[in-house]
C-alpha cells in the first residue's frame, strides 16, 4: 500500500536514545536511580496529586526518597481511592522512569524519501507549528485544524485550538467508548451517565452487568464499591459469554450469544411488566408513553428470547423475578464500552428503560444525581466564532450525537467535505490503537499539511507526527483543577513531585508558548498555571495552600436521591422518563428498542471480542516496566472445543486472520471452557508496532489491526467494533 510509505519510525540523528534499559528490575531501579539531578535531596517527603495510568483520577500521594520517585499510594480523603490505587496506578511509578521517554521535540525532515527525525528546541518546534497553523488558517480557514485529545491533561490544548477558531476537538471516549450509552440514557432519562458514572454500586441490592466486566476493567472507585456490594450479600447477575471475573462472583451467570443482548432485555421486560413487577407508582408519576411501550413487549416472550440468546426461559424469568425483588436498589449497569455491535445506542436504552422500570434512577441503590464544587471559570476572553461549524456530523447526520465524533474529523480529512481538515494535534490518544481501521486512520494523516502528536512515549501515532513534542508524565506536571462530578463534592489537584529528567514540558506551558507564537497571548493572561489557580479558588472562596497540602478540598454532603428529598427531573422533552420515545420516531427511528439478529461471520472465523486487563490501560502501560513485568503480553481465548477442531493447543503461538485477510502479530493460545466456541478473545492494546518502545515492541497482538471493519450506530455515530472474525494462521507465517 503506498498509503503506507510514509511510515518512518523514529529514527533520530544527534543524542542516543533510550541507550540503556533498566530491565525488568524497575521497581528496585526505583530506588536507586536519581529520578532528575535532585540528588541533593536527602529524606523523605509526600507529595498528594492524583493519577493519571488512566484517566478516572484517583487521589495519590507519592513518597520521594532522597530525592527519587519512591512510590505511589491512594490518598485516604481524595472519595475516588478512598486511600486506595488499582494495580495500574500502583505501577505509575514505571512511567517516569521509562527509559523509552521520548525526551526532547522532534522534527520529521520534510524530504519524503529520507524522513528522519531531528531533535530541535521548542522555540524550533513552536515555529515550525506556528507557520504551518497560519498558512492553514489563510488557505482554509481555522476549522480546518483539529485536535484529538483524551482526559484532562488536554484542557489547555483545547482551550488554545478554541482561541484559534476551531470547534473541531474530539476524544476517542466518545464515538469509541461510551456516547451510545449516553445517548440512549438521555433519550429516556434526558441526562447522561457521565463519568465517573453516577451508579450507586455500593449499595445496590442486586447488580446486572451485561458485558462490563469490572474486575478486569479496573476503574478503581467502581471495583471497591463492587467489592462492597458483593461483601454485603448483593445478588449478581452476569451477563457475558466470556466468564469474566465478575461472573466468577455471580449468583446467576447467563453465557450470552454475543450481539443479543437486546432479545434478553426484551424478555426480561416482558416478564416484569407482564407479571406487573415494576414500581408501578414511580412508573405512574414519571412515566411517558407507558402504555405504548408494554404493548410493544407482548411478542417478546423468554421462549422467543431462548434461541437468540441461548438463554433458558426459566433463567430470563428467575432472573427477572430477582431483579424485581430487590427493586428499586437493583441497578442495571449501563456499562462503558458499549460500542459493540451497531444497535448499541437502543441497546443501552432499553437498559435504561429496565432501570426505569425497576424505579433506580435517583434511588439509593440504583443511580444517584452527581453533584459538584463551585468553583468559577477563568475569565478568559471569548473565542472567535466559528462561521462553519463541526465538521465531524455535516446535516446532523447522527442526530443524537452530543458530543463530537472522532471518526467523523477523519472522514472530514479524508474526503474534504463538508470542508477539508488539513491539521491535527493529537494529545494522548493513541489513534492507531484507538478508532477502528488503521487503514483509514494513516490515509487521513497522508491528507495532512500538519500532524503534531504530544506523547510521553514514542507511540504508534508519534511515529506518523511532523512533530513530536515529549510531555511530562503526570508525576511531573500540574494539571487543570479536577472539579468532580460525584456523589460528594470535591476539588482534586494534580501537581508535581519530581522533575521531569531530560527536556519534557508540561500541557499548560506547551498550550501556552504555542499561544505566543500564535498571537493568542490574550489568552493566556497568567503566567504560570499555580497564578490561574490562585485566580480561581480565590474567586469561588476557597484556600489554594489546604489544596496544595493535601490534594483535595471537600465540600459539604448534599442530597444525591429522591429518597433524600431531591426533586425528580428528567430534561427530556416530556419532562419525564421516555418508554416511548416521540424524538426518536421523529427522527425515524425505532421509538421503543428493537432487536435484529446480528449477522454471522464465514464459516470457519469466530468473532472477535476484546476487553481489559487489570494491569494495563489501553495502549499506554506496555512501555512501563513495572506493569508489563507483571502481563507482558496477550493470549487469546480459544474454547476447548474451537482449539480442537483447529489444531490448536494450550500456550502455542498463532497468529489471527481476519475476514479481510490482516494478518496478526504472533499471539499465544489460551484453551478454555470460559468463553462460547463461537467467540474469541484477547485484551485491547498489545501488539506495539513502534520500534522505539523496545520493551513492548512485538509483543502479543494488536485487536485493533483485527478491527477493518466497523458498524456506525445511526443514532450518534458510534463505531461498533464487536463486528470482525477471525481465523488461525501459523505462527511462522
Ligand atoms: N484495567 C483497565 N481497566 C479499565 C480500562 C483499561 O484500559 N484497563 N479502560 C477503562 C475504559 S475507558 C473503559 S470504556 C472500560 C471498558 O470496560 P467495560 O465497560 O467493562 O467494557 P468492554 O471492555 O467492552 O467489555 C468487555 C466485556 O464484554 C464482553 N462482551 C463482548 N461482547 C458481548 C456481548 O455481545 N454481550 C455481552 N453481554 N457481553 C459481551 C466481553 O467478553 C468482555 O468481558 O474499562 C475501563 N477500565
Ligand atoms: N480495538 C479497540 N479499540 C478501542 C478500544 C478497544 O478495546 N479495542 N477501546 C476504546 C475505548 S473504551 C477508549 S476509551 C479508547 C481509548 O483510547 P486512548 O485514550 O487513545 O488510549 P491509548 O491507546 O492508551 O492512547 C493513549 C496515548 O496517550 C499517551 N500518553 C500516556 N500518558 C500521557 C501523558 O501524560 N501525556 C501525553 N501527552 N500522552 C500520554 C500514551 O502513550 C498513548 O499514546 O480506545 C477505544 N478504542
Ligand atoms: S483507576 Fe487505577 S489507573 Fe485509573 S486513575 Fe485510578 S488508580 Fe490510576
Ligand atoms: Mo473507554
Known amino acids: 500500500m503506498s498509503a503506507l510509505s510514509r511510515r518512518r519510525f523514529l529514527k533520530i540523528s544527534g543524542a542516543a536514545v533510550g541507550a540503556a534499559a533498566a530491565g525488568t528490575a524497575a521497581l528496585r531501579a526505583a530506588g536507586t536511580l536519581p529520578s532528575t539531578g535532585l540528588s541533593a535531596e536527602k529524606g523523605i517527603r509526600t507529595v498528594p496529586t492524583f493519577c493519571d495510568i488512566c484517566f478516572w483520577k484517583c487521589g495519590a500521594i507519592a513518597t520521594v526518597r532522597d530525592g527519587a520517585l519512591w ?53 524550533e518546534a513552536f515555529e515550525y507549528i506556528a507557520q504551518k497553523m497560519q498558512s492553514i488558517k489563510q488557505r482554509y480557514g481555522p476549522e480546518a485544524v483539529a485536535l484529538f485529545s483524551h482526559g484532562i491533561g488536554g484542557n489547555f490544548l483545547k482551550h488554545l485550538l478554541k482561541a484559534y477558531g476551531s470547534p473541531n476537538i474530539a476524544a476517542p ?57 458483593i461483601g454485603n450479600g448483593a445478588s449478581l447477575i452476569v451477563v457475558d459469554p466470556r466468564y469474566s471475573i465478575a461472573a466468577g462472583k455471580a449468583s446467576h ?14 424478555a426480561w421486560m416482558h416478564v416484569i411488566v407482564t407479571e406487573r413487577l415494576y414500581d408501578r407508582d414511580y412508573v405512574a408519576q414519571h412515566g411517558f408513553g407507558f402504555e405504548q411501550f408494554a404493548a410493544s413487549l407482548a411478542p ?28 428499586p436498589a437493583t441497578l442495571v449497569h449501563p456499562g462503558r464500552h458499549v460500542t459493540w455491535y451497531g444497535d448499541d445506542a437502543q441497546r443501552s436504552r432499553a437498559i435504561a428503560l429496565l432501570n426505569a422500570l425497576l424505579g433506580s434512577w435517583g434511588r439509593k441503590g440504583g443511580f444517584y444525581t ?91 501515532i508519534a511515529g506518523w507526527a511532523d512533530v513530536v513534542l ?14 468532580e462530578w460525584f456523589r460528594e463534592p470535591f476539588i482534586a489537584l494534580r501537581q508535581p513531585v519530581v522533575a521531569s529528567p531530560h527536556d519534557q ?51 459539604p ?118 468463553i462460547r466456541p463461537e467467540c474469541v478473545y484477547m485484551v485491547h492494546g498489545f501488539g506495539h508496532t513502534s520500534r522505539m518502545l523496545k520493551h513492548a515492541f512485538g509483543k502479543g497482538a494488536s485487536d485493533a489491526q483485527m478491527v477493518t471493519r466497523y458498524a456506525t450506530d445511526p443514532l450518534m455515530g458510534g463505531t461498533a467494533m464487536n463486528v470482525n472474525f477471525v481465523t488461525f494462521a501459523p505462527a511462522e507465517a
Open 470 to 483: 515529549p510531555e511530562s508524565v503526570y508525576l511531573e506536571r500540574h494539571d487543570d483543577l479536577n472539579v
Open 505 to 555: 514540558k508540561p500541557n499548560w506551558w506547551i498550550a501556552r508558548k504555542m499561544a505566543g507564537h500564535l498571537g493568542l497571548s490574550a489568552y493566556f493572561p497568567w503566567n504560570d498555571i499555580e497564578e490561574y489557580f490562585r485566580y480561581r479558588l480565590k474567586a469561588g472562596g476557597y484556600d489554594y495552600e489546604a489544596l496544595k497540602k493535601n490534594g483535595i478540598l471537600r465540600g
Open 300 to 327: 417478546f416472550t423468554p421462549a422467543w428470547a431462548y434461541p437468540e440468546t441461548g438463554i433458558e426461559p426459566e433463567v430470563i424469568e428467575r432472573t427477572a423475578r430477582e431483579m424485581a425483588a430487590h427493586k
Open 71 to 123: 512510590k505511589i499510594e491512594g490518598n485516604p480523603l481524595d472519595p475516588l481511592s478512598n486511600g486506595r490505587l488499582c494495580p495500574r496506578g500502583t505501577g505509575g511509578v514505571g512511567a517516569h522512569y521509562d527509559p523509552d521517554r521520548l525526551r526532547t521535540p522532534l522534527l520529521r525532515k520534510r524530504s519524503r524519501g529520507q524522513e528522519e527525525w531531528v531533535e530541535v528546541t521548542w522555540d
Open 370 to 460: 452527581p453533584v459538584s464544587m463551585d468553583l468559577p471559570p477563568y475569565p478568559y476572553p471569548e473565542y472567535p466564532p466559528s462561521v462553519r461549524g463541526k465538521v465531524d456530523n455535516p446535516g446532523q447526520k447522527y442526530p443524537f450525537a452530543h458530543e463530537t465524533i472522532t471518526t467523523g474529523i477523519r472522514e472530514a480529512t479524508l474526503t474534504g467535505q463538508p470542508y477539508p481538515i488539513m491539521g491535527w494535534w493529537v494529545y494522548a490518544t493513541n489513534l492507531l490503537h484507538a478508532l477502528p481501521n488503521e487503514a483509514e486512520t494513516i490515509k487521513a494523516i497522508q491528507n495532512l499539511d500538519l500532524l503534531v502528536v504530544v506523547d510521553v512515549i514514542p507511540s504508534e
Open 557 to 674: 454532603h448534599q442530597p444525591v436521591y429522591y429518597e433524600e428529598g431531591l426533586a425528580p427531573t428528567f430534561p427530556t422533552p416530556s419532562g419525564k422518563i421516555e418508554f416511548f420515545s416521540p424524538q426518536l420516531q421523529k427522527a425515524g427511528f425505532d421509538p421503543v428498542p428493537v432487536y435484529h439478529r446480528p449477522p454471522a461471520g464465514p464459516p470457519g472465523y469466530y468473532r472477535l471480542l476484546f476487553g481489559r486487563a487489570p494491569v494495563h490501560s489501553f495502549s499506554r502501560t506496555h512501555s512501563n516496566r513495572i506493569l508489563s513485568d507483571a502481563m507482558s503480553e496477550n493470549e487469546i481465548w480459544v474454547h476447548t472445543q474451537t482449539a480442537q477442531q483447529n489444531g490448536l493447543t494450550n500456550g502455542q503461538y498463532v497468529r489471527l486472520k481476519n475476514q479481510d485477510g490482516v494478518v496478526s502479530n504472533r499471539i499465544r493460545v489460551r484453551v478454555t471452557e470460559r
Open 253 to 266: 451467570y447467563l453465557p450470552i450469544k454475543p450481539g443479543t443482548d437486546i432479545a434478553l432485555l426484551l
Open 173 to 229: 471516549s466518545f464515538a469509541q467508548c461510551r456516547g451510545p450509552r449516553d445517548a440512549g440514557f438521555r433519550l429516556t432519562f434526558g441526562e447522561d451517565v457521565s463519568s465517573p458514572e453516577r451508579t450507586d454500586i455500593r449499595n445496590a441490592r442486586c447488580l446486572v452487568l451485561i458485558g462490563n466486566h469490572l474486575g478486569e476493567n479496573m476503574h478503581n472507585t467502581q471495583v471497591q464499591e463492587f467489592a462492597d456490594a
